[in-house]
């Protein structure tokens, strides 16, 4: 019987951390840039204390962990000598970390069924991804400390709703309640966490006896995303480095196709090349394309743009481009763009005319110009994305700029047709333009796709009103630390991933782009320590966890390559041969996941995690279909037994196949079923009759 009873106003938790810096030497400026302000050198500046070398900063943080350095003048990143820890970012580099535990966290100790609850640790909010709703459902998402408490409760409509654990770190635990609401009526709801005697109600300040949070009809908007990515395998290119196929739009001194890449060199990738290959990439099971700029730029990676509509004349022509288009949708592929749209290259017309006329241009407030006259040069007076002076910031508030970036989407909707757009440096471009931009592409078809170059948490630009997805780098970072570096236990590797998962609403990580190499990272059979097992390992979790799997050019292959530019070789076209064992496994994990309901667009359900052997089990489910992936991550063959749960015993408990070998699994009434899994390796449990498509 519940003896307490606890009132919990929904009200953010915060807690005051102060950051200090103490020079060696004076600065004109410091800011501290971090997980917490998306890296934003600028946003949060810290002031100097008498004498000019201490540096303070007060801010308010949720708890949690976070990644941060201080920006010393504008442009020299180091990590706090001051800190406690630091950490690789997994990309070469090294950020410090900072540690907020929530308020009261360290007064007592969490023990579940001490009828003790901090309450300061309970958070929920009435609004994306906490509250959402998908398929017919309403989830529902609110933290408690972890191992503080035994049951979360939703009290909705008269009825009662047990919530679930399904995610956290080393102080939260992420429950989740699911119920159904068609958004028609007018629904009430409040929280009950529990432990022991004690309850804790918890519902908005000031509302009602029970303090409910109200639901309206027609004050609700679901936040509705393009279906067709959840259900893709997607390719990224990098135009000059796929494949030449006309040798007559060749750059001057391009370099032989096996040749070292340097930043400046050119390889020749062009239209042709792509054409030439596109049954390598539809056999692949690729259903989507990803290319990285491709419109005219001075450099061989194409981020500074110089002319926003026409396509690179040493990639091809504006009508070869459109016919590669048409070509692609023909043979049901989706196309997807790069929009560098935060920068340009100086000799974009609207800078030329900058600098050639200065204060008179028609287009200074196209940049943030600090003073005249304008010149290319180091410490420019203008700002420039990290300082390169040939990437001069785009003011995008402006009017002029604006609608010349609205109106080039319009164009290359007429003009081919694209599918969708990939974001550059997204968190760097102020948010207002992409409420405008969200808008402008969604008017040309809902299912057109808006996903953002956001390497943290990409909640802030996922609500609805701007994208649709980010590039999914923490997925990244988990596999990273689970499977290549084996620095993650099986059981921090499933909270990573749930985390990830639960940050957004469950149609927004359905269609994240999870990626395990890109251009701006190592390639991950480098991380893997060229330990190809490893590697073929990381590709199964990409290509079974929620999301889209992204292949990087020539990861299907076992190309391998250190940081940019080692990581943009030219693509290994000896390598495409029906003998190369990781194409025929990539083939077969697209195979697999585009003949499965549950992997493509299921739910994530956490089955198994075991520290002491390294294995690791996790379903997805989606109606009357399920799929168990299995990992062994030890340098040892297991057998192991796992116990399905509840959600997965109905398509599982029926005749199932381990799909990448086709061998039969017996799976006992009750749920159990035995498993022997080699070294560094893993399994695909999926039902056997009719569940399996093929992939064209």
């Known amino acids: 019987m519940i003896a307490t009873t606890m009132a919990a106003a929904a009200m953010l938790q915060v807690v005051q951390h102060e950051f200090v810096f103490v020079a060696d030497e004076n600065y004109h400026s410091v800011c501290v840039a971090g997980t917490f302000n998306d890296w934003n050198k600028e946003k949060n500046p810290m002031s ?57 966290y360290n007064a007592t100790l969490a023990k579940v069924g001490d009828g003790k609850i901090t309450a300061s640790a309970v958070y929920f909010t009435p609004t994306v991804p906490r509250l959402n709703l998908d398929r017919g459902r309403l989830s529902l ?32 635990t992420e429950w989740q309640a699911s119920l159904p609401w068609a958004g028609k009526s007018r629904l009430r709801f409040h929280f009950e966490v529990v432990d022991g005697k004690t309850k804790l109600v918890y519902g908005p300040k000031g509302a009602g006896k029970q303090g409910n949070f109200e639901l309206k009809p027609g004050n609700f908007e679901p936040f509705e995303v393009p279906q067709w990515v959840e259900r893709s395998v997607i390719y990224q290119i990098f135009p000059d480095r796929f494949a030449n196929g006309d040798k007559s739009n060749d750059p001057v001194g391009s370099m ?14 062009d239209v042709a090349g792509v054409q030439s290959h596109l049954s390598h990439i ?8 990803y290319f990285t700029p491709v419109f005219e730029g001075p450099s061989n990676h194409r981020y500074e743009t110089t002319d926003y509509r026409k396509v690179d004349h040493r990639f091809g022509t504006n009508a070869e481009f459109k016919s590669l288009v048409a070509n692609m949708h023909k043979e049901g592929m989706r196309v997807v763009l790069d929009g560098v749209f935060n920068h340009t290259a100086v000799d974009f017309a609207p800078f030329k005319d900058i600098i050639e006329k200065g204060k008179n241009s028609k287009y200074t407030d196209w940049y943030f110009i600090k003073s005249y006259p304008v010149a290319v040069k180091e410490n420019p007076p203008y700002e420039a994305w990290f300082g390169f002076p ?39 471009v102020d948010q207002r333009f992409w409420r405008r931009f969200r808008p402008k592409v969604k008017s040309h078809g809902k299912d057109k796709w808006i996903v953002g170059e956001i390497w943290g948490d990409g909640s802030p630009w996922l609500q609805g009103d701007q994208f649709d997805s980010v590039m999914n780098y923490r997925f990244r970072g988990a596999v990273l630390d689970f499977v290549a570096k084996g620095t993650s236990s099986p059981t921090a590797f499933m909270d990573n991933l749930m985390r990830v998962y639960t940050s957004y609403v469950p149609q927004v990580s359905r269609n994240m782009m999870n990626l ?13 320590g060229e330990d190809g097992r490893r590697a073929r390992l990381g590709a199964l979790v990409q290509f079974t ?46 195979r697999v996941r585009l003949g499965s309901e549950a992997l493509m667009v299921g739910d994530p359900v956490r089955v198994q995690a075991d520290d002491q052997r390294n294995f690791v089990a996790y379903g997805r489910v989606y109606r009357d279909d399920a799929a168990l992936v299995t990992l062994n991550r030890s340098d040892r063959e297991q057998t192991v037994q796992v116990s399905l749960p509840q959600a997965l015993r109905p398509a599982l408990t029926r ?16 749920g159990k079923l035995n498993l022997t899994l080699a070294p560094m390796s893993g399994a695909i449990l999926v039902p056997a009759k009719g569940r399996l498509r093929s992939s064209a």
């Open 48 to 104: 100097p204390e008498p004498g000019g070398t201490t540096w303070k900063l007060k801010l308010a943080l949720r708890p949690g962990n976070y990644q941060y350095k201080f920006v010393l003048d504008g442009d020299k990143w180091i990590t706090d000598p001051r800190a406690a820890k630091n950490v690789d970012d997994g990309n070469g580099n090294t950020n410090s970390v900072l540690t907020i535990a929530p308020e009261g």
């Open 141 to 172: 998402h609110i933290d408690t400390r972890k191992d503080d408490v035994a049951t979360v409760r939703v009290v909705a409509g008269g009825q009662t709703y047990t919530a679930r654990p399904v995610a956290g770190d080393e102080f939260t």
């Open 256 to 269: 032989p196709w096996d040749g070292d890449p340097t930043y400046y060199n050119w390889f020749g990738g």
């Open 282 to 289: 539809r056999g692949l099971g690729a259903n989507a394309v």
């Open 390 to 428: 040939s990437l001069p910031k785009l003011n995008t508030n402006a009017p002029g700029p604006s609608a010349y970036v609205l109106d080039t989407i319009d164009f290359w909707d007429r003009e081919a047709k694209i599918d969708g757009w990939r974001l550059d440096v997204a968190n760097e």
């Open 516 to 528: 395990l190499s890109s251009h701006d990272t190592p390639r991950f059979l480098t991380e893997c």
């Open 545 to 590: 966890w929620v999301g889209a799997p992204c292949v990087y050019y020539g990861e299907e292959l076992g190309m391998s390559g250190g940081k940019d530019p080692e990581n943009r070789r030219g693509m290994r076209w000896d390598l495409a041969t029906v003998e190369n064992p990781n194409l025929s496994f990539y083939k077969k994990l697209a």
């Open 655 to 670: 005749k199932c196949v381990e799909a990448l070998s086709g061998k039969p699994i017996q799976v006992s009434p009750d």
